[in-house]
């Protein structure tokens, strides 16, 4: 039909679909640039909650005890890697709150924005899945080329942290260009397999089968040699894991 691939731009629910993933890739690529790739995910890892937070206001989706229990589980996870301090009395070291990195407030919000689509998706039903996912790629396209645009402009005028240059003469540099196109082609084949199979299976299953990221997350930070968990950070992933996997289970009993 024509205008079929542009029809999702008139609809309300499938921009503001559009602008939660665009936000979600942003938050989430740059804090896995900066920060720790396990704790990124551990704490990106929360989405679980914040998605039945948003199913509550915009789908009237009541929680349930097992929510209320996750939910627990949940921030008792975050409190350890975010602000129990082992050295401390009291355990809890309002200067750890206080360093909180930009990257793990990135996570979080990365994680909620990821939530808040998912519920924006299964609120949408006027529009084929199909065009939810135009609108999931053009929102990540948009949000990135929109926030690069500022980025260039004020740092420009030296107002924002200096870039890393790309000078021409990488682009011969046979080790950037491997690394540069395995990223690329990586992360675009992820992208393809996560669209297509979200589109096949139910929720509660694709949600579980994505924890696998925090396996493979894992693996290759201890290959490339990435700082260690804590152990107490660890227990923190575990516990929010175990909260997510909850609100897996919660939601195939009720599918």
Known sequence: KKNFFFSFLFSKNSLLIALSYGITNLAFNWAIAEGDVVRVVFLFYLMPIWASIFAVILIKEMPTFISFI????????AFLILIYDPSSVTFVSVDNFLSIGKEDFLAIIGGMFFGLGNVLIRKTTRINSLLKTLAIFFGTFLVAAVFLLI????NSTAKFATLNTIKPELFTDFKFLLIFFSFV?????ANFLLQLGASKLPVYITSTLLMSEILVAMISSNMLQD?????????????????????????????
């Open 185 to 189: 082609i990586g992360l675009g084949l």
């Open 151 to 154: 980025n260039y402009v004020l």
């Open 227 to 255: 700082s260690p968990l804590q152990f107490y950070e660890f227990i923190g992933g575990i516990l929010i894991l175990v909260a997510a996997s909850l609100m897996i289970l919660n939601t195939a009993k009720k599918s």
């Open 70 to 77: 996750a939910i627990a589980i949940a921030i008792a996870g």
